[in-house]
Nanobody, 122 residues
Framework: QVLLVDSGGGLVQAGGSLRLSCAAS????????MGWFRQAPGKERDFVAA???????YYAESVKGRFTISRDNAKNTAYLQMNSLKPEDTAVYYC????????????????WGQGTQVTVSS
């Protein structure tokens, strides 16, 4: 059983920063790609960023240049550094472990964290 625990969300003003963490209880963490998705009220869960086991990264166009995904395999933890936050970034953020398939597709991920709320005020 794999457990992912998301943390680091909160309320921040526009232009501010937050760093999300995803702690994994997964012996195979270092060999798995990890991703972050977000879901705003009434909307689908959308791709934000992913990082491969080798450290290659992928981003949604809406967050390129503002968000940075990283990982620390020694700590079994993935991170999402979010800078220059905008009100439209408000959502529940989920980390996921990619099983197979496209990094951008929700269906490619087999385990999810519980989510952490990010609220950006204008």
């Amino acid at each position: 059983q794999v457990l992912l625990v998301d943390s680091g969300g909160g309320l921040v003003q526009a232009g501010g920063s937050l760093r999300l963490s995803c702690a994994a209880s997964d012996r195979s963490f270092s060999s798995k790609a990890m991703g972050w998705f977000r879901q705003a009220p009434g909307k689908e869960r959308d791709f934000v960023a992913a990082i491969t086991s080798g450290g290659s990264t992928y981003y949604a166009e809406s967050v390129k240049g503002r968000f940075t995904i990283s990982r620390d395999n020694a700590k079994n933890t993935a991170y999402l550094q979010m800078n220059s936050l905008k009100p439209e970034d408000t959502a529940v953020y989920y980390c996921g472990r990619r099983a197979t398939g496209s990094y951008y597709a929700r269906g490619s991920y087999d385990y999810w964290g519980q989510g952490t709320q990010v609220t950006v005020s204008s």
